[in-house]
C-alpha cells in the first residue's frame, strides 16, 4: 500500500462495465515527506476521497478489487482509506 | 490504472490463437497533466479506442478479466477512454474533444503505406 494524495477525477463514459458507479481518481503516490513518488495513477474509489486528501492507496489487483466488491474485474489500483495521522519515530530520515 | 493517450496500432497476423481478433494498440502513457511520460507499450482494448483518443489502461493479471471466460496472455488492457480530466476541481478540460480537428492533416502518400509515427 502507498501513500496517496487525490489530486483530481477522471470522467469516462465509455468503459468496463465493472467500473460503472464508482469514482475514478488520478492519485500522486507520496513519499514520507510528502513529495511526489513517480508519476500519478488512477484509482478506482472505495471511500468515497475526494480531490486533496491524503488517502491510503492499494497497488495490487485482489485487494483493489474485493475492497470495492467487484470481483474478476479488471481493477488494479483503489482508494481504501483515508490517512489521519503518520507518526515516525524521531530519529528516521525523510 | 493508469493514463495513456492511443498513438497506433499493431497488426499481428501470426500469433497466439487467443489474441485472435482482439485489438493491440500502441499507447503512450500519459501525467495528469497529459504530457507524455515513460516509454511507450501495446495493450490490449475492451472499449474501441481509436487512436488519438485519450485512454486508461489496467496493469497485470487483471488486464485478462474482460476476456472472461477466454484468458488470453495479456498483461495490459485498455478498460476506459477518458472523457474529462479534472485537476485540482479548477478548470474541466475535455480530454477527448468531440470535433478535434488536426489543424495541419499529414499529406497522404500515394500508394505509400501510412506511417503510424506520432506527430
Redesign the interface.
Known amino acids: 500500500m502507498l501513500i496517496a494524495r487525490v489530486?483530481?477525477?477522471?470522467?469516462?463514459?465509455?468503459?468496463?462495465p465493472?467500473?460503472e458507479g464508482r469514482k475514478?481518481l488520478?492519485v500522486?503516490p507520496l513519499n514520507l515527506d510528502g513529495s511526489d513518488r513517480g508519476?500519478?495513477?488512477?484509482?478506482?474509489d472505495a471511500v468515497d476521497a475526494g480531490?486533496?486528501d491524503r488517502v491510503l492507496l492499494t497497488t495490487e489487483?485482489f485487494s483493489?478489487?474485493t475492497s470495492v466488491g467487484r470481483r474478476?474485474?479488471?481493477?488494479?489500483?483503489a482508494v481504501i482509506g483515508f490517512i489521519d495521522q503518520i507518526e515516525l519515530l524521531p530519529d528516521v530520515l525523510l | 490504472?493508469?493514463?495513456g493517450r492511443v498513438i497506433g496500432c499493431v497488426w499481428a497476423t501470426v500469433k497466439s490463437p487467443l489474441l485472435e481478433g482482439m485489438r493491440l494498440l500502441v499507447v503512450q502513457?500519459l501525467?495528469?497533466e497529459l504530457q507524455n511520460?515513460?516509454k511507450r507499450l501495446i495493450c490490449t482494448d475492451?472499449?474501441?479506442?481509436g487512436a488519438g483518443e485519450i485512454i486508461?489502461w489496467?496493469?497485470?493479471?487483471?488486464?485478462r478479466?474482460?476476456f472472461?471466460p477466454a484468458l488470453p496472455p495479456c498483461d495490459t488492457?485498455i478498460?476506459?477512454?477518458?472523457?474529462?480530466?479534472?485537476?485540482?476541481?479548477r478548470e474541466r478540460a475535455p480530454a477527448n474533444p468531440p470535433a478535434a480537428a488536426p489543424a495541419n492533416p499529414p499529406a497522404a502518400v500515394p500508394g505509400g503505406r501510412r506511417h503510424a509515427r506520432k506527430a
Open positions: 489530486v483530481g477525477e477522471l470522467v469516462a463514459t465509455q468503459k468496463h465493472s467500473h475514478l488520478l500522486q508519476d500519478a495513477v488512477v484509482a478506482l480531490v486533496g489487483g483493489a478489487m474478476q474485474s479488471p481493477i488494479d489500483m | 490504472m493508469y493514463l502513457p501525467t495528469p511520460t515513460g475492451c472499449t474501441g479506442a486508461y489496467v496493469r497485470g493479471m487483471e488486464a478479466f474482460p472472461m488492457t478498460v476506459g477512454i477518458v472523457d474529462s480530466v479534472d485537476l485540482n476541481r
